[in-house]
Each structure stands twice: as C-alpha cells, then as structure tokens.
Nanobody
Framework: VQLQASGGGLVQSGGSLRLSCAAS????????MGWYRQAPGKLRELVAS???????DYDNSVQGRFTISRDNANDIVYLQMNSLKPEDTAVYYC???????????????WGQGTLVTVSS
C-alpha cells in the first residue's frame, strides 16, 4: 500500500492550496483518512480527518478555513486550504487507516509529506 500526496507549494498569506492524496495497492477496506502537519521544531498534529461515512473533524486552528473531502471509490482524500496564514507553514502528511488484507487488522499508513509554505 502506498499513499501519494501532492499539491503543496509556496503561497502568499490569504491564498489557497489544494492537497490531494491517493492510496494505492492492495486495499480491502479504508476507514478514516486524514491530514497531519509538522512544523519545524514542533510535533506532528492532526489537521483534519474524515470517516468513510463522511464525518469530519478539524483542528480548531483550521476550522472554517480548511475543508477535507474524499473519494471513497478511489481512496483519495483532499484538503482544500483557504485563507492561509504563515502559521500554516509545515510539511503536510496524509494518513489512511485501512486494511490491506482480510487476514490483517486495520493499520495506519502514511504518505511521504508535502511542504506548504505561506509567506507573509
């Protein structure tokens, strides 16, 4: 199983970016998918998550500015980021809790990370 993230880049404060992450490989079932971020010198933190039923959860710092969505049929998760602030600068990692085989338990898989830089 691989998670391939894309969409990061450099944007000015107030701008927008859209991140995408596609899970591929042997996937039997996917539960939650989400985005985490890690800024320099800080711990990795949850930004947003979404269940297979579409229930979403957001960190307070991005509520109202970021929107998470997913394509269940293709195991793709998106993060639309609007009104970006310099404090949103971080490496963003996608995450999927999925089962790769019926004999296995659900496990967390991670993408490679994509850098988002917001200039002031």
């Amino acid at each position: 199983v691989q998670l391939q993230a894309s969409g990061g880049g450099l944007v000015q404060s107030g701008g927008s970016l859209r991140l995408s992450c596609a899970a591929s490989g042997s996937i039997v079932s996917t539960r939650s998918m989400g985005w985490y971020r890690q800024a320099p010198g800080k711990l990795r933190e949850l930004v947003a998550s979404i269940t297979s039923g579409g229930i979403t959860d957001y960190d307070n710092s991005v509520q109202g500015r970021f929107t998470i969505s997913r394509d269940n049929a293709n195991d793709i998760v998106y993060l639309q980021m609007n009104s970006l602030k310099p404090e949103d600068t971080a490496v963003y990692y996608c995450n999927a809790n999925l089962r790769a085989d019926w004999r296995l338990k659900f496990s967390d898989y991670w993408g490679q990370g994509t850098l988002v830089t917001v200039s002031s």
